[in-house]
Every structure is written in C-alpha cells, then in structure tokens.
C-alpha cells in the first residue's frame, strides 16, 4: 500500500459517498486562492464529522480550529435550524476567510466565529451561555491538545463527543523519545484520556488523501 492508492481509493470513495458541492468546493478554492494551508479535513472525514454530529443528535458543536470553514460547513450543516455552532480561529487572515465562506454557505445564522487564541476565548465561552455543547472538534495547534480536552469535557454534556484530528502524525505518535512538540502535545493528550475516567475513548488509524494520520473519539459519560 503506498500513498498513491489511498489517494485513489479516497477519491473512488468520495466519488459515490460525498457527491460534489458547490460550496464545499468554493470554500477551498477560496483557502487555496488566499494561501491558507491545505490542512482541512478530506471530504470523506469532512462527511465523517457530519454523521457524527447527526448521529450525536447535536444542537451545540464547539469546533478549536476553524481554518477556511471547511469542516465548520461540514459539521454546521448537521444541525436543526435553532443549532448554533461555535467555531475558534486565531489567525486573522483565516478567519476572515472562514467567514466569507459560512455566509457563502448561509450559515451565518448559525455559526458563529471567535477570533483568538482558542485559550484565551475558551474561558470566555465557558464563562458565557454558550453550553454544554454536544459534539467537540478539537483540531487546532497540537501542542495545546491536552488543555483543549481539558476544556471540552468542561463544556460537555453527559453523552456528548469529543474528537481530536491528527493523533497518529504519520506514525509519529508511537515515537516517546520525539522532539516534534505537535507529537508531545499528541502524547500528552492519549496519556491523560487513558486515566480519565469521565469518558470512554478511542482512536482510529486512517489514511487517505492527507495522508496517514488518525482521530481520537472520546464519549462523556
Ligand atoms: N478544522 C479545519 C482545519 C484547522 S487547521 C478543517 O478541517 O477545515 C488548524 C487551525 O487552527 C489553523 O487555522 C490555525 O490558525 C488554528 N490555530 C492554531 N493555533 C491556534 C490557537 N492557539 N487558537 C485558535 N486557533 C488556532
Ligand atoms: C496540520 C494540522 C491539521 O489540523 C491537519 O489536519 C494536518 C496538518 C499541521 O499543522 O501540519
Ligand atoms: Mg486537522
């Protein structure tokens, strides 16, 4: 197996179970074109979050992470009319991106976006009406990982989700003795979920377009 078939069977995947989007595909042109990364989820885990967030029954999602909006498109559109999610960027020239592509997407109603450094506007939130939330994406900085879950289960329900993209890195994650501060962020987070007796976690190995990387799912209880 090598990166060429995952990419292959990713997009044959993609083809019959994620039919194309016109603003799905105008918000990643409109990252690529302002030089965002292109770090998003694929389409296949962007369609992931969705039936997750359906599956949660969710009314309030939290998103750490929000990039160009790709995922926040995915994940918004799984909630009722009355949802609200909450979406945290700190870089601004994302952010501005981001929202160009949730109003293109009509989701401006629902989604709301936080500039800031997601641990100065995490106190804000919880501080605020804004919870508890019933599905958590946390997909941001990887150093701060474990202050993220930390935060997430705060702001949870009892039954609610938390997942955490890129817990594999490449296979990274198995290496105790690495210097990548993203990998220790990484390492750090699957230690404390192992003692964390609050949820019942997982995580999952992918590969695919991006790569080979995984996620994490912790349930609250
Ligand atoms: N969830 C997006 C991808 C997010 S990429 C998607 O799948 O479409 C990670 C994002 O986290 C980047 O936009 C980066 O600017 C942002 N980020 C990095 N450090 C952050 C911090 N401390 N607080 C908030 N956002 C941060
Ligand atoms: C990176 C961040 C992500 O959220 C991702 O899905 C892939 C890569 C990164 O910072 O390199
Ligand atoms: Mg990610």
Redesign the pocket.
């Known amino acids: 197996m090598n990166q060429d078939q995952w990419k292959a069977v990713d997009n044959y995947l993609a083809r019959l179970l994620v039919p194309p989007d016109a603003v799905l595909d105008a918000a990643l042109e409109a990252s690529t074109a302002a030089g965002?990364?292109p770090?998003?989820?694929s389409p296949t885990h962007?369609k992931l979050l969705h039936l997750l967030a359906k599956m949660q029954g969710a009314r309030r999602i939290l998103?750490?992470?929000?990039?160009?909006?790709?995922?926040?498109i995915w994940l918004a559109r799984a909630l009722p009319p009355d949802g609200r999610l909450i979406t945290?960027?700190?870089?601004p020239k994302?952010a501005d991106v981001a929202r160009a592509n949730i109003a293109r997407a009509g989701l401006e109603g629902i989604v709301e976006l936080r500039l800031?450094?997601?641990?100065d506007?995490l106190p804000q939130i919880a501080a605020g009406k804004n919870g508890p939330f019933d599905l958590i994406?946390i997909?941001?900085?990887k150093q701060?990982i474990p202050r993220y879950f930390d935060w997430a289960i705060q702001l949870s329900r009892p039954g609610a989700l938390i997942v955490v993209?890129n817990v594999v890195r490449g296979g990274a994650v198995v290496d105790a003795a690495t210097e990548d501060t993203s990998v220790q962020g990484v390492r750090q987070f699957l230690e404390i979920v192992s003692r964390e007796p609050r949820v019942s976690a997982t995580a999952i190995q992918t590969v695919g377009l991006k790569g080979y990387d995984g996620f994490a799912l912790a349930l609250v209880k």
């Open positions: 965002l990364p770090i998003n989820v962007g998103e750490i992470g929000t990039l160009g909006g790709y995922s926040t945290l960027e700190a870089d994302h800031g450094k997601a641990l506007t994406f997909d941001a900085d701060n993209d």
